[in-house]
């Protein structure tokens, strides 16, 4: 079956440590983004790409890094510089920017 | 600036009423327009989406939504409302790889 998986589902966080959250897809897309939802608000871009090796900043990239090496994986790194990080974490992917988003299951990232 | 508003937070319906929930838009111009679904602790599943051509669109579940460009809205509407919509509902527009996102509608179902 084809979609898109995200691991861990929950991810504990020290202060000042760096963590990542691993995006795959097996869809063939080649867009791939991260979004934050928190509690009663929309979800906000973080990051996307567009393709291999490429990727743009979205509304609330500070504190977040991304790499796009290959095409089925895009992973997050939260990095320390991220003073709120806890948060749902969704990761989704499109065949094109325009066309519809497929989303995976998310992560939910706690601070310790 | 661009926009998206849900204006319910909550919404509460008895089981077998019929739903609408809203959805406004402010874009540049007419964007693309989709409804997601939202259960608790999960992913977005997508319920429609209206690109062009004929502003009423179907979707899955018994769902459907209508593009009113006058009135800037993209409303999801169903007849007949079951225990398992039970959830949270996002809208969203936009184009070119940026999307933006709702508030969301929390759907409480009354047995």
């Known amino acids: 079956d084809g979609g898109i998986t995200q691991s861990p589902k929950y991810l504990f966080r020290k202060e000042g440590q760096n963590v990542t959250l691993s995006c795959e897809q097996n869809?063939?897309?080649?867009?791939m983004y991260w979004y934050r939802q928190d509690p009663g608000q929309g979800l906000r871009l973080i990051y996307y790409?567009?393709?291999?090796?490429?990727?743009q900043k979205g509304d609330i990239a500070e504190g977040y890094s991304v790499s796009r090496e290959k095409k089925e994986s895009f992973p997050l790194t939260v990095t320390s510089a991220q003073k709120n990080p806890t948060a749902f974490y969704l990761c989704?992917?499109?065949?094109?920017?325009?066309?519809?988003?497929?989303f995976g299951p998310g992560t939910r990232l706690l601070v310790l | 600036a661009q926009s998206v508003t849900q204006p319910d937070i909550h919404i509460t319906v008895s089981e077998g009423a019929s739903l609408e929930l809203r959805c406004n838009y402010s874009?540049?111009?007419?964007?693309?327009l989709f409804w997601y679904v939202q259960s608790p602790g999960q992913g977005l599943q997508l319920l429609l989406k209206?690109?062009?051509?004929d502003t009423l669109v179907q979707g899955i579940k018994g769902f459907e939504a209508e593009f009113k460009r006058s009135q800037s809205s993209f409303n999801l509407r169903k007849p007949s409302v079951h225990w398992s919509d039970a959830a949270e509902y996002f809208c969203a527009a936009g184009s070119n790889y940026q999307l933006i996102w709702g508030a969301g509608t929390k759907l409480i179902i009354k047995p």
């Open positions: 209206y690109f062009s051509g």
């Open positions: 874009y540049g111009a007419t964007p693309y």
């Open positions: 869809l063939n897309h080649d867009a």
């Open positions: 989704a992917s499109s065949t094109t920017g325009m066309e519809t988003q497929y």
């Open positions: 790409s567009q393709i291999v090796n490429d990727f």
